[in-house]
């Protein structure tokens, strides 16, 4: 049911993007320090994926994330980007961001025009909308490490 390396659960204090997320493509993404990307287990392909996440111990929504080069950025670092299915008061910059990884979507694809990357970003959203819902998905939404506070769970 789950594909290799999954469930992941990760956790970390949300950094400076590459400050292009919600202004260009209206789609914010919480980026991750690279100490957090570099401890992702190795058989992890980059990719698209979808799961759970919280900040700083609030409610668990939905969430896409993209771990990759970002093709059509042509980044150099790796990066581990979360999109939260869920509209923010305000930006949690230094807040801490706790995901579980459930389901892979799709490799990084190098798009010819930036309408198709947000095209096929809210296509995720749409996939991860749905698959969510399975009951296997939706048990991991209680999984106490959203919640707890000794740090040993939070490097499970
Ligand atoms: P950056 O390039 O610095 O990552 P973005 O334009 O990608 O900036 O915006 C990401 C920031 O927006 C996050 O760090 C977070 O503080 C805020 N934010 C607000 N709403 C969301 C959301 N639904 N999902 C992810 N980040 C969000
Ligand atoms: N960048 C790419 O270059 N190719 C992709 O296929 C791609 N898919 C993404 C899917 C999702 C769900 C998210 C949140 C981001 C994706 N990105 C992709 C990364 C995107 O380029 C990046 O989030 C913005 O440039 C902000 O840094
Ligand atoms: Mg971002």
């Known amino acids: 049911m789950f594909s290799k390396g999954l469930p992941h659960f990760a956790s970390g204090v949300v950094i400076k993007g590459f400050g292009r997320g919600s202004k260009q493509l209206g789609i914010p993404t919480a980026n991750f320090p690279e100490s957090v990307v570099d401890s992702l287990p190795q058989e992890l392909n980059t990719g698209v994926y979808y ?3 919280n900040v700083d111990g609030g409610p668990v929504y939905k969430m896409v994330m993209s771990i990759g080069w970002n093709p059509y950025y042509k980044n150099t670092k790796k990066s581990m980007e979360t999109h939260i299915l869920h509209t ?22 190098d798009f010819q025009s930036l309408d198709d990357l947000i095209a096929a970003i809210k296509a995720d959203i ?8 399975k009951s296997e998905m939706l ?8 919640h707890t506070n000794n740090v ?5």
């Open 139 to 146: 048990q991991y939404k209680q999984d106490d490490f959203f």
């Open 152 to 156: 040993e769970d939070l490097c499970r």
């Open 126 to 133: 749409v996939v991860a909308d749905e698959a969510l819902e």
């Open 88 to 109: 923010f008061p305000d930006d949690f910059y230094g807040s801490l961001l706790r995901v579980c990884l459930l389901g892979y979507i799709r490799p990084e694809r």
């Open 51 to 53: 799961g759970w996440a």
